[in-house]
């Protein structure tokens, strides 16, 4: 350990913060961190830790959704300019002209999303929970905003639903391609695919296993295999690393790597948990009471 991490480790203890880390963020402050894990995970625990000070290691959208679930607790982000670009990808047109055409729709929004696209949905889902989640709903018709890709995943575990998609995507695993995978496949053929449902679908027919971050390491874990051929952000290293000490994990060319993930730094994390600036704002009560019940609702059904 760094002298900056145990410095941090002193000051944490010292104002009664919890650090949460999403697997993305670099490595030295997953090292550190009370709680690392998927979306979902780090949802739930924002809910349950005790501390009235909680550090977001991670985007935006994260952190919104950590003060609006604890309106009662000081949520700071280390770099508060940590967005995710397809987090703003639909419009309220879109939303409202499904709403026109279906009467029985729910509109479900990947947590991935603003507390404003939030407020226009009934549900929200990360990629851990949205099959079941969907599954659960009474409607027929499903919006599913703002990832195209991880709706058509979940469509094709779903096939009582009718899908309406939304041409939203994460920059990061759009781009890893299909003869990307093909290539490592062909060099390391006994490599297992483990692929984020955010990839395109044609890097998704290469998948041996489609699962949130933390259900690729924990299949990872889990394996009887030495190779992986990973196709998700390159931040999961670390505990894939961890997990499976004796395995390989490789990565395509284009790595893929969330710059708005590492604007998380151990400086910045120091600098605000010393000063408590960064802190989340809670967005405007109009959008806070549905935004809620969507997150709320998640919370319900995924735990059914
Ligand atoms: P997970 O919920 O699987 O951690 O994914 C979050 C994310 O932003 C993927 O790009
Ligand atoms: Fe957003 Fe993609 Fe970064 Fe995940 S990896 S936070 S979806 S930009």
Same mark, same amino acid.
């Given at each position: 350990?760094?002298?900056?991490?145990?410095?941090?480790?002193?000051?944490?203890?010292?104002?009664?913060?919890?650090?949460?880390?999403?697997?993305?963020?670099?490595?030295?402050?997953?090292?550190?961190?009370?709680?690392?894990?998927?979306?979902?995970?780090?949802?739930?625990?924002?809910? +349950?830790?005790?501390?009235?000070?909680?550090?977001?290691?991670?985007?935006?959208?994260?952190?919104?959704?950590?003060?609006?679930?604890?309106?009662?607790?000081?949520?700071?982000?280390?770099?508060?300019?940590?967005?995710?670009?397809?987090?703003?990808?639909?419009?309220?047109?879109?939303?409202?002209?499904?709403?026109?055409?279906?009467?029985?729709?729910?509109?479900?929004?990947?947590?991935?999303?603003?507390?404003?696209?939030?407020?226009?949905?009934?549900?929200?889902?990360?990629?851990?929970?949205?099959?079941?989640?969907?599954?659960?709903?009474?409607?027929?018709?499903?919006?599913?905003?703002?990832?195209?890709?991880?709706?058509?995943?979940?469509?094709?575990?779903?096939?009582?639903?009718?899908?309406?998609?939304?041409?939203?995507?994460?920059?990061?695993?759009?781009?890893?391609?299909?003869?990307?995978?093909?290539?490592?496949?062909?060099?390391?053929?006994?490599?297992?695919?483990?692929?984020?449902?955010?990839?395109?679908?044609?890097?998704?027919?290469?998948?041996?296993?489609?699962?949130?971050? +933390?259900?690729?390491?924990?299949?990872?874990?889990? +394996?009887?295999?030495?190779?992986?051929?990973?196709?998700?952000?390159?931040?999961?290293?670390?505990?894939?690393?961890?997990?499976?000490?004796?395995?390989?994990?490789?990565?395509?060319?284009?790595?893929?790597?969330?710059?708005?993930?590492?604007?998380?730094?151990?400086?910045?994390?120091?600098?605000?948990?010393?000063?408590?600036?960064?802190?989340?704002?809670?967005?405007?009560?109009?959008?806070?009471?549905?935004?809620?019940?969507?997150?709320?609702?998640?919370?319900?059904?995924?735990?059914?």
């Amino acid at each position: 350990m760094n002298e900056l991490q145990e410095k941090i480790l002193a000051l944490k203890e010292e104002k009664g913060a919890a650090i949460l880390a999403h697997y993305y963020v670099p490595a030295e402050i997953q090292e550190i961190a009370d709680c690392v894990g998927d979306s979902f995970f780090l949802a739930k625990k924002a809910k +349950s830790l005790p501390n009235e000070t909680l550090v977001f290691c991670g985007v935006n959208f994260m952190g919104e959704s950590a003060k609006m679930m604890n309106p009662e607790k000081t949520v700071l982000m280390p770099d508060l300019s940590a967005d995710c670009p397809m987090a703003h990808m639909v419009t309220k047109e879109t939303v409202d002209a499904a709403k026109a055409e279906y009467d029985d729709l729910a509109v479900v929004c990947y947590i991935n999303s603003t507390a404003e696209i939030k407020s226009w949905s009934d549900v929200c889902v990360t990629s851990a929970n949205a099959v079941k989640v969907v599954k659960e709903l009474p409607q027929k018709n499903i919006l599913f905003i703002p990832d195209r890709n991880l709706a058509h995943f979940v469509a094709s575990q779903c096939p009582d639903k009718n899908f309406i998609y939304n041409e939203g995507y994460c920059p990061r695993h759009e781009f890893m391609s299909a003869e990307e995978v093909a290539a490592l496949k062909e060099e390391h053929p006994d490599a297992l695919v483990l692929a984020h449902p955010e990839c395109n679908p044609a890097l998704l027919a290469y998948a041996d296993h489609i699962a949130s971050t +933390s259900g690729i390491i924990n299949y990872a874990k889990d +394996s009887d295999a030495k190779e992986f051929i990973i196709g998700t952000e390159i931040g999961v290293y670390y505990a894939l690393k961890q997990a499976r000490p004796d395995a390989s994990f490789y990565f395509t060319p284009t790595q893929p790597i969330c710059v708005n993930m590492k604007k998380n730094t151990l400086e910045k994390l120091y600098q605000v948990l010393s000063t408590g600036e960064n802190a989340v704002e809670m967005p405007a009560p109009e959008v806070v009471a549905q935004a809620t019940k969507t997150l709320d609702q998640m919370l319900e059904l995924a735990a059914k």
